[in-house]
């Protein structure tokens, strides 16, 4: 049976089964420290009976007013767990985590070209709320999607009124 705990800083030393795949942003130790010392709640682990990290996902609270929100920074899943719902479980836990704090909305950043994980946030409720060009580094970079999700404080649903605009990272707030 899967177990889904907080994750701690000895599973730095185990990720890199999930962290080899190419799709996935992999970050300096410090940045893991860092949101595990500031929004713990939020980088959970999914581990295999056998103690094998399955996946994980990383996220945070963030902006002001009617932008507060719950970002999922990274989600990742190893390619030996795919398919059996682990992503969806880390994803509508890091939502209720999001519901907890009061967020309007949940928000991700995806690759345009990651149409699997596209269509994984879009079964999960998620809508592109706006492209973002050239947000991931690389030759060429690649334009983003930031998806989102109403929680249940945004009412009216203002937060996935969809932008008919792209824009420039510096932009994203």
Not at 37 to 66: N, R
């Amino acid at each position: 049976m899967t177990t889904i705990r907080p994750f701690t800083c000895e599973d730095m030393l185990y990720f890199n089964n999930v962290n080899l795949d190419p799709l996935t942003e992999t970050y300096g130790l410090s940045f893991y420290t860092q949101y595990l010392a500031h929004w713990p709640e939020f980088f959970l682990v999914a581990e295999s009976p056998s103690g094998e990290i399955m996946g994980y996902i990383m996220g945070k609270a963030e902006g002001h007013g009617e932008n507060w929100h719950g970002h999922v920074t990274a989600l990742t899943v190893s390619p030996d767990y795919r398919r059996l719902g682990l992503a969806a479980t880390l994803m509508n836990i890091l939502e209720e985590v999001s519901e907890k704090k009061k967020a309007y909305f949940v928000d991700l950043f995806v690759r345009v070209s990651n149409k699997v994980a596209i269509n994984m946030y879009k079964n999960l409720g998620y809508i592109v709320y706006r492209t973002v060009l050239e947000y991931y580094s690389g030759d060429p970079d690649e334009d983003a999607y930031d998806m989102r999700k109403a929680c249940s404080r945004d009412i009216n649903k203002k937060s996935v009124i969809p932008l008919t605009h792209p824009v420039r990272p510096e932009d994203v707030d």
